[in-house]
């Protein structure tokens, strides 16, 4: 696992996962762009725990940024391009040995907010 924590290795595995999404979403012409931050940004952790309070000490792997898929209108004026973060530190510091899978599970996860699955329960029903 040394090896994974390396920048390069790191983004390598994010372009897998993100290779692994079935063809005809990955085509989507509107399909989020997928950054790779070290670490959630403060503000967006805080706005998370408040709004879906979370316990103080629980890790963000991702967030998806923008307005879901099932809920655009042709009518709106959009300030940022809706994108997919996948936070390097958190799944580094809870991965389990399976650095693959982790991103991935995150990847994915993420992709179904952007797919217009709203909730966190939504997501899990998915399997993701």
Do not use: N
Request: aromatic share 10%; hydrophobic share 35%; proline share 6%.
């Amino acid at each position: 696992m040394a090896e994974a924590t390396k920048a390069e290795s790191f983004d390598e595995i994010v372009e897998w996962a993100y290779s692994t999404l079935p063809q005809k979403i990955r085509e989507l012409p509107d399909f989020p762009g997928i950054q790779v931050a070290e670490e959630p940004p403060e503000d967006i952790l805080k706005a998370t725990r408040r709004r879906k309070k979370w316990p103080r000490g629980t890790e963000m792997l991702g967030c998806y940024s923008g307005v879901f898929r099932t809920k655009r209108s042709h009518s709106q004026i959009r300030i940022a391009p809706d994108m997919i973060f996948v936070f390097r530190g958190p799944i580094l510091r809870c991965s389990r040995g399976d650095l693959r899978g982790e991103v991935k599970r995150v990847v994915w996860h993420e992709v179904a907010h952007w797919l217009g699955y709203e909730t966190e329960e939504q997501v899990k029903e998915l399997g993701l």
